[in-house]
């Protein structure tokens, strides 16, 4: 994630900034020169950039939340689902006494793919707060 946003205010010991995302995504089709201010947000300030209200700034996600993300949002689900395709037969013999079939696997594969996407979401609303997005470059 890469966006441009103004410094609206700066913390006392310069690590943290209080930005403003531009958002111009509908602007690429239009030259009016306009842009949409979005939602106010903190961010942190690592490479230590005297900035001062007013400033434009590139604001970045870091590497690592990315990632984490990417593991969690997609990889979890696909390998529950997985897991759950191979894991049919066994419960289906076990719970009644017979082979699996297909809509059974079908039926597994969706609830593998639901319970942890539904985890992943209720975790990331309640629990889990995201580390700050990175200022890397002042305009």
Same mark, same amino acid.
């Given at each position: 994630?890469?966006?441009? *946003? ?10 943290? *900034?209080?930005? =403003? ?58 390998? =529950? ?38 985890a992943v979401m209720a ?17």
């Amino acid at each position: 994630m890469t966006q441009s *946003a103004e410094v609206i205010s700066v913390s006392d010991d310069k690590k943290e *900034a209080q930005v =403003c995302p531009i958002v111009t995504d509908a602007c690429l089709s239009c030259k009016e020169g306009c842009a949409r201010r979005g939602s106010p947000f903190a961010a942190s300030n690592p490479q230590g950039f005297d900035l001062k209200a007013g400033d434009l700034v590139r604001i970045t996600a870091s590497q690592t939340a990315e990632s984490l993300q990417a593991i969690f949002s997609l990889l979890l689900p696909a390998a =529950c689902a997985v897991a759950a395709f191979f894991a049919a037969s066994p419960i289906s013999r076990a719970l009644f006494q017979r082979e699996s079939s297909e809509g059974f696997k079908a039926l597994c594969v969706l609830i593998g793919i639901l319970v942890p996407g539904a985890a992943v979401m209720a975790l990331s609303r309640f629990k889990i707060r995201p580390r700050k997005p990175l200022i890397d470059k002042v305009y």
